[in-house]
């Protein structure tokens, strides 16, 4: 069984940084790409950074030169933070893994349980 597990959210005011954390554990082959989606009230799931198991980075246009993605395989734990938080970054932020768990399976996606950034003005 695998679990995604985040941590660090909160209260910031605006012009403020915080820093994500989300770890992964259970019977872990390998993880292909990890990521960080959003979900604001009244508004859809957007993703707003990723990164593969090499490295390479994406950013949501609005969150590009505020937000940075980072991994550590050797933990399975994906970062991010994030600088200049405005109102509108509120929302629950949720961690995605692609893990595999066995050598016979093939990559599913897993997500993590969410964790609230609230930014006040």
């Known amino acids: 069984q695998v679990q995604l597990v985040e941590s660090g959210g909160g209260l910031v005011q605006a012009g403020g940084s915080l820093r994500l954390s989300c770890a992964a554990s259970?019977?872990?082959?390998?993880?292909?790409?990890m990521g960080w989606y959003r979900q604001a009230p009244g508004k859809q799931r957007e993703l707003i950074a990723g990164?593969?198991?090499?490295?390479?980075?994406n950013y949501a246009d609005n969150v590009k030169g505020r937000f940075t993605i980072a991994r550590d395989n050797a933990k399975n734990t994906v970062y991010l933070q994030m600088n200049s938080l405005k109102p509108e970054d509120t929302a629950v932020y949720y961690c995605?893994?692609?893990?595999?768990?066995?050598?016979?399976?093939?990559?599913?996606?897993?997500w993590g349980q969410g964790t609230q950034v609230t930014v006040s003005s």
């Open positions: 995605t893994a692609e893990i595999r768990v066995s050598w016979f399976s093939a990559y599913d996606n897993y």
């Open positions: 259970g019977s872990i082959i390998s993880i292909k790409t």
């Open positions: 990164v593969t198991s090499g490295g390479t980075t």
